[in-house]
């Protein structure tokens, strides 16, 4: 048999091996493209990493695991959480994952599982799911600190790895100590690059240059230690040179609390920054341009009523290279509203987030909203509490119609579903579904039926004797389908 002949094989097989199907077909010689449109099929696979939540003795972390229903996903499938260790001690990350006791065991889709761990000493987690338990598998890292730096609620939904992130609203600021955690899943060592930059462009600085982060291990820099300049608006940028990691700031401030500042959206002209909590006393739009062309952009508020313009902040001006901070106040004026950042004339792509303060005086706590992608087919919110969850959905563009569903909860309820209308230009604060029968917490679903793009985010608030302590994430597609190429069956192009 020719070589040839036997690498078509080959490739056919492999086909199969990825769709579960050979699917090999030739042009019809007319030149008209003839394939089927691609199929969207479940993925197989998902990769979670969770920081390390906390250096407090105070504080108290709750996992919550969801992985939503997928149809067409394998019937059967595992997940499983995993320690990272911690600097020098990863390379033996391995052994020392198959004694550790992981603090959730993910449990069937449509099942949320939760778990807790107290104290300081809480590592970084590194989570696989495979077959039926990996599209839109979700795991919420919830932490309260009672006292000190950083104290309230610190929420995080655990990410997949990456090769480059972008973080504006970190800061080195006198009262500030910003962290930024990187965790590697895979068993050969990542290179990492990190970047700061302030007002007047790049910070000075050569500690970032080529971290090394071991095998399924964990490595948390101390953003003041990388720079000299005391900055109040900083954009941390990490790049990857070699292999993969998970990223995520933890920034923790002496008199307003604290939270973790996922990555902003990748750079784009147009973009929205949902959810900001409508009783909010303080709120500070940050942002950065990566280019080397300057950025005008309109700045409006989508409230419940329609797109407003914030009187005095009509338009932003970001500098190429520079962070720009901008003070908006209270912006919502006691009314549900997303931030809606469009180009005044050419596009130039953008990064940004916003530092939520709610409270005041000595009551205050903080919180980050980064821009974000939209919902897409699915976006999942886990540990949802019977009260204290707020879900903010946003229309920017087109009006749109979503299904949101309740899990049951993590001891027990039966899930519920409701649909809801968003008109064009506004954002909404839903009364979400809610268990009946309702035992622990439970998950969130978010779905696009119709209309345009819907930006969402969960604001998760938990009051003590003191302040209401919050947290908001953002709900970007979950990702759990992939497009496979569709094609006819057509094996007698091996023998040609």
Same mark, same amino acid.
């Given at each position: 048999?020719?070589?040839?002949?036997?690498?078509?094989?080959?490739?056919?097989?492999?086909?199969?091996?990825?769709?579960?199907?050979?699917?090999?077909? %030739?042009?019809?010689?007319?030149?008209?493209?003839?394939?089927?449109?691609?199929? !969207?099929?479940?993925? /197989?696979?998902?990769?979670?990493?969770?920081?390390?939540?906390?250096?407090?003795?105070?504080?108290?972390? !709750?996992? %919550?695991?969801?992985?939503?229903?997928?149809?067409?996903? #394998?019937?059967?499938? /595992? &997940?499983?959480?995993?320690? &990272?260790?911690?600097? +020098?001690?990863?390379?033996?990350?391995?052994? +020392?994952?198959?004694?550790?006791?992981?603090?959730?065991?993910?449990?069937?889709?449509?099942?949320?599982?939760?778990?807790?761990?107290?104290?300081?000493?809480?590592?970084?987690?590194? $989570?696989?799911?495979?077959?039926?338990?990996?599209?839109?598998?979700?795991?919420?890292?919830?932490? /309260?600190?009672?006292?000190?730096?950083?104290?309230?609620?610190?929420?995080?939904?655990?990410?997949?790895? #990456?090769?480059?992130?972008?973080?504006?609203?970190?800061?080195? &600021?006198?009262?500030?100590?910003?962290?930024?955690?990187?965790? =590697?899943? #895979?068993?050969?060592?990542?290179?990492?690059?990190?970047?700061?930059?302030?007002?007047?462009?790049?910070?000075?600085?050569?500690?970032? /240059?080529?971290?090394?982060?071991?095998?399924? $291990?964990?490595?948390?820099?101390?953003?003041?230690?990388?720079?000299?300049?005391?900055?109040?608006?900083?954009?941390?940028?990490?790049?990857?040179?070699?292999?993969?990691?998970?990223? @995520?700031?933890?920034?923790?401030?002496?008199?307003?609390?604290?939270?973790?500042?996922?990555?902003?959206?990748?750079?784009?002209?147009?973009?929205?920054?949902?959810?900001?909590?409508?009783?909010?006393? @303080?709120?500070?739009?940050?942002?950065?341009?990566?280019?080397?062309?300057?950025?005008?952009?309109?700045?409006?508020?989508?409230?419940?009523?329609?797109?407003?313009?914030?009187?005095?902040?009509?338009?932003?001006?970001?500098?190429?290279?520079?962070?720009?901070?901008? +003070?908006?106040?209270?912006?919502?004026?006691?009314?549900?509203?997303?931030?809606?950042?469009?180009?005044?004339?050419?596009?130039?792509?953008?990064?940004? @987030?916003?530092?939520?303060?709610?409270?005041?005086? *000595?009551?205050?706590?903080?919180?980050?909203?980064?821009?974000?992608?939209?919902?897409? &087919?699915?976006?999942?919110?886990?540990?949802?509490? @019977?009260?204290?969850? %707020?879900?903010?959905?946003?229309?920017?563009?087109? *009006?749109?119609?979503?299904?949101?569903?309740?899990?049951?909860?993590?001891?027990? $309820?039966?899930?519920?579903?409701?649909?809801?209308?968003?008109?064009?230009?506004?954002?909404? =604060?839903?009364?979400?579904?809610?268990?009946?029968?309702?035992?622990?917490?439970?998950?969130?679903?978010?779905?696009?039926?119709? *209309?345009?793009?819907?930006?969402?985010?969960?604001?998760?608030?938990?009051?003590?004797?003191?302040?209401?302590?919050?947290?908001?994430?953002?709900?970007? +597609? #979950?990702? *759990? %389908?992939?497009?496979?190429?569709?094609?006819?069956?057509?094996?007698?192009?091996?023998?040609?």
């Amino acid at each position: 048999m020719k070589r040839t002949t036997l690498s078509l094989i080959a490739c056919a097989a492999a086909l199969a091996a990825v769709t579960g199907f050979a699917a090999v077909a %030739t042009p019809d010689g007319s030149g008209a493209d003839t394939a089927a449109p691609a199929a !969207r099929l479940p993925v /197989e696979r998902t990769s979670l990493l969770c920081p390390a939540p906390s250096t407090s003795d105070l504080a108290e972390t !709750r996992y %919550t695991s969801f992985t939503p229903v997928t149809k067409g996903a #394998d019937e059967k499938g /595992e &997940a499983a959480l995993t320690t &990272a260790a911690r600097g +020098d001690a990863a390379g033996d990350a391995k052994d +020392d994952e198959k004694a550790a006791k992981p603090p959730v065991e993910p449990k069937e889709p449509g099942t949320p599982a939760t778990g807790t761990t107290s104290g300081s000493d809480t590592p970084a987690l590194i $989570g696989t799911a495979e077959g039926a338990r990996a599209p839109g598998w979700t795991v919420q890292q919830t932490t /309260e600190v009672a006292a000190g730096t950083g104290r309230g609620l610190q929420g995080v939904n655990c990410t997949a790895p #990456d090769t480059e992130f972008w973080f504006p609203g970190a800061s080195t &600021a006198a009262g500030r100590t910003d962290y930024v955690h990187l965790t =590697n899943p #895979d068993d050969s060592a990542a290179v990492v690059d990190i970047e700061l930059y302030g007002k007047d462009g790049a910070l000075e600085s050569t500690v970032g /240059e080529g971290v090394t982060v071991p095998p399924h $291990g964990t490595e948390s820099l101390l953003l003041s230690t990388l720079a000299d300049v005391k900055e109040t608006d900083v954009t941390v940028h990490v790049g990857v040179r070699s292999g993969r990691v998970g990223a @995520a700031v933890q920034a923790l401030d002496d008199k307003t609390g604290g939270d973790w500042l996922t990555a902003a959206a990748d750079p784009a002209g147009d973009l929205v920054l949902p959810g900001i909590p409508k009783d909010a006393t @303080a709120v500070r739009l940050v942002l950065f341009t990566p280019g080397g062309t300057d950025a005008d952009l309109k700045v409006r508020l989508a409230s419940p009523s329609g797109l407003i313009t914030p009187a005095g902040h009509e338009t932003v001006h970001v500098k190429a290279g520079m962070t720009t901070g901008v +003070d908006l106040g209270e912006v919502t004026r006691g009314e549900a509203g997303s931030l809606v950042l469009t180009p005044t004339d050419g596009a130039v792509p953008v990064v940004a @987030a916003v530092r939520v303060v709610r409270g005041k005086g *000595g009551e205050q706590e903080s919180a980050f909203i980064p821009a974000t992608d939209p919902v897409g &087919a699915r976006a999942t919110a886990a540990d949802n509490r @019977a009260k204290g969850t %707020t879900l903010a959905l946003t229309a920017p563009g087109e *009006g749109a119609e979503v299904k949101v569903t309740a899990s049951a909860g993590t001891e027990g $309820g039966t899930a519920a579903t409701k649909t809801y209308t968003l008109k064009a230009g506004t954002t909404q =604060n839903v009364e979400a579904p809610v268990p009946a029968g309702l035992k622990g917490s439970y998950a969130l679903t978010v779905e696009t039926v119709s *209309g345009g793009p819907v930006h969402a985010s969960r604001t998760l608030t938990v009051a003590d004797d003191d302040v209401a302590s919050f947290t908001v994430q953002t709900l970007p +597609d #979950d990702r *759990g %389908t992939v497009s496979v190429p569709n094609a006819e069956e057509d094996l007698s192009v091996l023998q040609k």
